[in-house]
């Protein structure tokens, strides 16, 4: 049996901008994420290096349609496409994945922002986006998981600017949301899943210790928000969403053929990276 959104969920969502998902996904489908992982040469080969201003690190391979394989098949599932359509109230498309590896010792920081910071120079007229991160590895404090600021969303998209070498949030308006929002640290255990809304605040701290911290970050955009503008993520591109099922029958090499692979598009912002060449 397999979870979904609940109700319950779609009202935390409304009120937090970020809802947590335990055990989304079973042991076994993170065992097959994890084994793609590493051993995808796609992956292993393009992921450079995003440095903060304290020289920490974090590879990141990105990709903007869904494929065929288990990456693709978790990102189209029910559990997660059809969560985001149920929390954003209707037709979701794929706007890109990424999977963010800070790697033991090095792995880097990232200062506080909102993903609609950026997305909003993509033609994006409404904030009616999200993303969806699923725990590969333990996230915890010790190794930098997630920060969330409770409810920030509700303060409507801040501007963006140079931050520590970053793109980041006012610091002025952060710095005073920080004094009145409750500051969430989404520990997480692998196959656990924290839906965020676009506008939420977020960040995340320095992996100082010897284990990896993996995080696959699948975002969707609502059908009626298509950019008016062409960019470097899809426009509406209609999501073919699978049954829960298909991430276990793509580790077993069972994929949809028809449903295309994983796309080799360049994804041209400060923070992308190509999964193919
Ligand atoms: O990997 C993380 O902890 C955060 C990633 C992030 O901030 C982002 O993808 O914008």
Redesign the pocket.
């Known amino acids: 049996m397999f979870g979904s959104i609940t109700a319950g969920d779609a009202a935390a969502f409304a009120r937090d901008g970020f809802v947590i998902k335990r055990g989304y996904f079973a042991a076994d489908e993170v065992g097959l994420i994890q084994a793609l992982i590493e051993s995808d040469p796609a992956i292993q080969r393009n992921v450079p290096r995003i440095a903060d201003s304290d020289g920490g690190a974090?590879a990141?391979a990105l990709w903007n349609h869904p494929g065929d394989d288990v990456l693709g098949a978790v990102a189209r599932s029910a559990r997660v496409a059809g969560g985001a359509a149920v929390l954003l109230d209707g037709e979701v498309y794929h706007y890109h994945s990424?999977l963010?590896m800070?790697m033991p010792g090095h792995g880097s920081r990232?200062e506080w922002?909102q993903?609609y910071g950026?997305w909003y120079q993509n033609g994006c007229l409404f904030p009616d986006m999200l993303?969806v991160?699923v725990a590969v590895d333990p996230?915890t404090r010790a190794n930098?998981?997630?920060q969330m600021l409770k409810g920030s969303h509700r303060m409507g998209r801040l501007d963006h600017g140079r931050v520590a070498g970053q793109t980041g949030a006012d610091v002025e308006r952060v710095e005073r949301a920080i004094e009145r929002l409750e500051l969430v640290h989404c520990e997480m255990q692998p196959g656990d899943a924290l839906f965020f809304h676009a506008n939420t605040l977020?960040?995340?701290a320095a992996n100082t210790t010897d284990q990896s911290?993996r995080?696959l970050?699948c975002c969707y955009n609502k059908a009626t928000n298509n950019p008016y503008k062409v960019h470097h993520h899809p426009q509406h591109t209609p999501l073919q969403q699978l049954p829960d099922t298909a991430v276990r029958e793509a580790g077993a090499g069972k994929a949809d053929k028809a449903a295309g692979t994983a796309s080799a598009e360049d994804a041209g912002d400060s923070?992308a990276a190509r999964k193919a060449s």
Do not use: V
């Open positions: 974090t990141l990424k963010m800070t990232w922002h993903d950026y993303s991160a996230q930098g998981c997630m977020y960040a995340s911290r995080l970050i923070r």
